[in-house]
Nanobody, 125 residues
Framework: QVQLVESGGGLVQPGGSLRLSCAAS????????MGWFRQAPGKERKFISA????????HYSDSVKGRFIISRDNAKATVYLQMNSLNPEDTAVYYC??????????????????WGKGTLVTVSS
């Protein structure tokens, strides 16, 4: 089992920044591809970003490319999501995910092994 705990959410003004963290425990962190998803009120959960086992390979959705940066620290078993130039459309619950497969993380969301419980990000003036 892998336990994932997100933190760093909150209220931010449009144009502002936040950094989300996801701390993992339970298994070897570097064995897992890590990802971030978000779910806005009344909408389905959507892929945001993923990072491979060593941190060299990253993927982003078009909606966040150029504004968000994913990174990981395998020594701390933590993945981060730096979010810049936030706008109200970024308001959502953000979820951390772990899976052994990059294909699953980026394409077959229903097959993802582990999910965190989410952290709420609200972008509003």
């Amino acid at each position: 089992q892998v336990q994932l705990v997100e933190s760093g959410g909150g209220l931010v003004q449009p144009g502002g920044s936040l950094r989300l963290s996801c701390a993992a425990s339970g298994r070897t962190f570097s064995d897992y591809v890590m990802g971030w998803f978000r779910q806005a009120p009344g909408k389905e959960r959507k892929f945001i970003s993923a990072i491979d086992w060593g941190g060299a390979g990253t993927h982003y959705s078009d909606s966040v490319k150029g504004r968000f940066i994913i990174s990981r620290d395998n020594a701390k078993a933590t993945v981060y999501l730096q979010m810049n130039s936030l706008n109200p459309e970024d308001t959502a619950v953000y979820y951390c995910a772990a899976d052994r497969s990059m294909l699953t993380m980026t394409s077959d969301y229903s097959g993802i092994d582990y999910w965190g419980k989410g952290t709420l990000v609200t972008v509003s003036s």
